[in-house]
């Protein structure tokens, strides 16, 4: 019997284009290897001021955020149908959260997008992924975004 080379998998994503490659590389990684995959979609509470978590309307930007990361981790379930995927919306610093959830959960890989950019916004602060990087115990597979 083999054993396999990634019994669960990470999945990150942020619900944008950008981060299709990233799903579309950690779903074929899944199933060539069998794995179970975690979809996790990050609020990221530290873009929110305390006066912008009311729009201007009246609505709850935190709601429209969770219903956003719903639908972005529940389309990649429907597209991963032949696969063992859980779906977690959670809220923080999306690099912390999603180290946290890798070693809270055993996970094997983490699978991730980018987008590639540089300059003096990655010099000043850095993408999500270089941060994952930085700070997984685990491999950290970053997909780059061509769009």
Not at 57 to 66: F, Y
Not at 84 to 105: D, L, M, Q, W
Request: hydrophobic share 45%; glycine share 8%.
């Amino acid at each position: 019997m083999m054993t396999k080379i990634f019994d669960k998998i990470l999945i990150a994503t942020d619900g944008s284009d950008n981060s299709k490659a990233a799903v579309e590389k950690g779903l074929m990684i899944a199933r060539q290897c069998e794995s179970a995959v975690y979809v996790v979609y990050v609020i990221d509470m530290s873009t929110f001021s305390p006066a912008s978590i009311v729009t201007p309307a009246g609505g709850d930007i935190v709601h429209l955020m969770e219903t956003g990361g719903e639908k972005a981790v529940e389309h990649v379930k429907k597209i991963a149908n032949d696969l063992n995927v859980k779906t977690f919306v959670i809220s923080g610093n999306p690099a912390h959260e999603i180290t946290e959830f890798a070693v809270k959960n055993k996970v094997d890989l983490i699978v991730i997008g980018t987008h590639g950019t540089g300059g003096i916004e990655r010099m000043l602060l850095g993408s999500v992924a270089d941060k994952v990087i930085r700070t997984a115990n685990q491999p950290v597979l970053v997909v780059r975004s061509w769009l």
